[in-house]
């Protein structure tokens, strides 16, 4: 079945520092790729996707790319800030099916 | 529009009571999820339903759960009798539909604390 494999966190970084949270996944076919955001005390929200191979998501200087021929899509930011502080999900999809998210990636940004 | 909503925000009971948790999706979505989240276990889906209807209860851990979801614009998770190991979060999402790339949007949660 699907699965989606992230990197063990916490991350800790100091402000300014760029940012990677490596995601790799398992599936058949072309399933669509996401990125969800969980703040101290709040629900996820998507943060970006993509839906086909090379597609590139971005929003709010995050940005991460469908590499199909490594099975990755990498979530980067060229210069965190301390509200960038939250739990980050990597996830995908497959038209007609459910979400099927990775374990999640704890970012602590330090002033 | 409003977002998901979820009722209450924080709830504390004791081993053996029952617990209702409440859920008003997004208007005009057609999917509503339930989801567990622990740190031991992370995120896990519970039960989906699709237009008031459930189509997926196997995530829901044992018979002392149960979903409903009476209206478009309602829905309720109960546990009966609760215990400790229950202590989680709970969000509520809703969805439009599950074809394509659509979003699932969340609510913010109930933190639910079984002593």
């Known amino acids: 079945g699907d699965s989606v494999t992230q990197m063990e966190g916490p991350v800790t970084l100091s402000e300014e520092a760029f940012l990677t949270i490596n995601c790799t996944y398992t599936?058949?076919?072309?399933?669509?790729l996401f990125w969800y955001v969980q703040y101290p005390g709040e629900g996820l929200q998507l943060l970006l996707k993509?839906?086909?191979?090379?597609d590139k998501g971005s929003n709010k200087g995050f940005e991460a790319t469908y590499r199909k021929e490594t099975t990755s899509f990498h979530l980067e930011k060229g210069s965190v800030q301390v509200s960038d502080s939250a739990v980050y999900f990597c996830?995908?999809?497959?038209?007609?099916?459910?979400?099927?998210f990775g374990g999640g990636t704890r970012l602590m940004v330090k002033p | 529009d409003a977002g998901v909503i979820q009722s209450p925000r924080h709830e504390v009971t004791e081993m053996g009571q029952e617990v209702t948790l409440r859920c008003k999706p997004i208007s005009g979505h057609d999917y509503l999820f339930w989801y567990r989240q622990t740190m031991m276990r992370g995120l896990e889906l519970l039960i989906y339903f699709n237009n008031n209807v459930p189509i997926d209860d196997s995530g829901m851990p044992e018979d002392r759960f149960s979903a409903k979801m009476p209206n478009a614009s309602f829905s309720t998770l109960k546990i009966q009798p609760s215990e400790p190991r229950d202590s989680a979060v709970y969000f509520c999402a809703s969805s439009p539909d599950l074809q394509g790339s659509y979003e699932q949007y969340f609510g913010p949660g109930t933190r639910l604390t079984v002593t």
């Open positions: 996830a995908l999809k497959h038209a007609g099916n459910m979400l099927t």
């Open positions: 993509a839906t086909k191979a090379d």
């Open positions: 599936a058949t076919g072309y399933p669509s």
